[in-house]
């Protein structure tokens, strides 16, 4: 039996959005710049895919920009804006607990002379929003902070925090990692109060390499990348139009039935939190956040052992974030929420998907109930 719970890494593409990408390719390949039927056929995919993504988050599909996934988006939103912004001021605010893509983002722009405050988070991983006001000065330019952690699951109060930044500065720009809370969450920028937003189509059964940036009007964004016109200047170069087709239907097909699919994963990770504490020094770190992701400490046991153990079995997992769990590091998020040594290089991801069934949730805890105490047995001294 095969059992994939490692959704929050990637996630299996739906049948239409390959159905539709397959046609584009074969079909519809023109250049979408070009001036002849082929080039319009192409640029109709780009704007169907725009109206159907813009109506999932309820905005203006002008304001949807198209990049290579989540990490260009962050990039593009956090490198961009304050190159473009840094006449008003050089300081940013992030928290300890990002994506590697906007940590880096960061890194980068203190080593260009910038200045970021990175906030502490509790022993849930959401961030104090008592440091973020204490930390709002008159250089601060951009806030960014994640709507759903990508490790643990925590949704970050990102309303509170919108409004706190806004009351003191609504000049103040906010941008928003939502990679992992879109398709997960109805996450409306507008209404949040939001400037900008990152998405991403294989998290939500679209193809890989294609995310998109949600960029209100008026708020100014310097290009990472340079060359034509496309996309006004903002993201140019030839658009991935298969991508972007698939994402758009990927947009819309996973938000139908959403209440529908959302508790079925609440149900499925309920089930399995209560027969992982069944076993002994086990930890869920956070329980009642994302209806997706849950983050198990199995004290004892090397979480790279663990994993194996289960692949072997034909459980595919993570050991974290599914960009630095090729790096034998420890999660910086579990050492930001205080979390316990013991746990701390013995924790899995298990993640879940609508296509997640019962019967994978019990073969999985099953598997667990045989392996975690002979491996612990096989580790002691």
Avoid: W
């Amino acid at each position: 039996m095969e059992v994939y719970l490692d959704n929050s890494a990637t996630t299996r593409v739906y049948d239409s959005v390959i159905d539709l990408m397959c046609m584009v390719m074969h079909e519809d390949y023109g250049n979408p710049s070009s001036l002849h039927m082929k080039g319009v056929q192409a640029e109709n995919h780009i704007k169907k895919a725009k109206e159907r993504i813009a109506k999932t988050l309820k905005v203006e599909p002008k304001e949807i920009f198209f990049t290579s996934g989540g990490t260009e988006s962050d990039n593009l939103a956090i490198v961009g804006a304050a190159y473009a912004n840094a006449r008003a001021g050089k300081h940013l605010i992030t928290t300890k607990i990002e994506h590697s893509a906007v940590i880096s983002s960061m890194r980068h722009l203190e080593e260009q002379g910038f200045r970021v405050t990175y906030l502490e988070v509790d022993e849930r991983g959401a961030v104090c929003l008592e440091e973020l006001n204490k930390a709002l000065c008159e250089e601060t330019i951009l806030v960014s902070i994640m709507y759903l952690n990508n490790e643990v699951g925590t949704i970050q109060p990102i309303h509170k925090a919108v409004q706190m930044v806004k009351n003191y500065n609504p000049k103040i720009l906010f941008h928003v990692d939502a990679v992992q809370g879109y398709g997960k969450y109805s996450i409306y920028p507008k209404k949040l109060g939001v400037d900008l937003l990152s998405v991403s189509a294989h998290k939500i059964h679209g193809p890989k390499g294609i995310g998109a940036l949600y960029r209100g009007e008026g708020v100014k964004l310097r290009p990472m990348i340079f060359g034509g016109g496309q996309q006004k200047n903002i993201r140019p170069g030839t658009e991935n139009v298969p991508g972007i087709a698939g994402f758009g239907l990927a947009a819309e097909q996973i938000y139908m039935e959403f209440d529908t699919k959302v508790e079925k994963m609440r149900r499925l990770k309920e089930a399995f939190i209560a027969g992982i504490q069944k076993i002994e020094d086990t930890k869920v770190h956070v329980r009642e956040e994302a209806p997706h992701i849950i983050s198990v400490g199995f004290a004892g046991i090397k979480s790279e052992v663990l994993l194996h153990t289960l692949e072997e079995a034909g459980i595919f997992v993570s050991s974290g974030s599914a960009c630095a769990s090729n790096h034998a590091e420890v999660s910086k998020v579990l050492v930001a929420m205080n979390v316990d040594a013991k746990y701390l290089d013995a924790t899995l991801r298990f993640s879940l998907s609508e296509f997640t069934t019962q019967q994978e949730i019990d073969y999985t805890l099953e598997t667990l109930y045989n392996y975690v105490p002979m491996l612990r047995k096989y580790t002691r001294h």
